[in-house]
């Protein structure tokens, strides 16, 4: 788990090949790059599918929207699913569609 100043933090659990990165917090400058890092650690393990829960994410400016597309296209070369998952604070939901990043992000299914 990682921790900084803002309260992010990242949890990774691994199932069936695939990965899951509990992401709490705000993404933003101060934490873009860490976020940016534990997904590449999991990249580089060869999943087939990784999945950012982002349940519990209360912001994400356009630092972190820029680093979630850079890291799609990675995990797309290398020929893995990386989708964002439980989107739950509507201005993340919103940044990601006025950015039309639509296509990274999973729909919200209820329970």
Excluded: Y
Aim: glycine share 8%; with cysteine; aromatic share 4%.
């Amino acid at each position: 788990m990682a921790v900084n100043g803002n309260d992010f933090r990242t949890a990774v659990a691994w199932r069936d090949g695939g990965a899951t990165l509990a992401v709490t917090g705000e993404i933003d400058l101060a934490t873009a790059a860490e976020l940016d890092h534990r997904v590449k650690e999991c990249l580089a393990r060869g999943p087939s599918r990784v999945e950012l829960d982002f349940a519990q994410v209360r912001f994400c400016d356009c630092s972190g929207a820029g680093a979630l597309e850079r890291l799609h296209r990675q995990a797309q070369e290398k020929g893995i699913v990386l989708k964002v998952t439980d989107v739950r604070a509507p201005i993340v939901a919103r940044l990601f569609d006025l950015l039309g990043l639509t296509d990274l992000v999973e729909p919200h299914r209820p329970a």
